[in-house]
């Protein structure tokens, strides 16, 4: 079984290759309560006082930045 998730797993994150991350977002690592979470902005854009919290669900199984972070960055 640990065998089968590795596989998914590793297919899951070889999605996230096949899309280009949109070019004028600056994606950016910060660790909240022991958490990575990571900032996306516009760089033509200056940021505002509203925020977008994306969970890209997976069950906290699979996913990752690696796979979401050209979806999220076309937002």
Not at 37 to 65: A, E
């Amino acid at each position: 079984m640990d065998n089968k998730i590795n596989i998914s797993r590793h297919n899951f994150e070889k999605l996230g290759a096949q899309y280009k991350k949109a070019d004028n977002v600056n994606i950016e690592k910060e660790i909240i309560e022991n958490i990575n979470c990571y900032w996306f902005n516009k760089t033509d854009i200056k940021p505002k006082n509203k925020i977008i919290i994306y969970l890209h669900g997976g069950c906290f199984v699979l996913g990752s930045i690696n796979s979401h972070q050209a979806l999220v960055s076309h937002f």
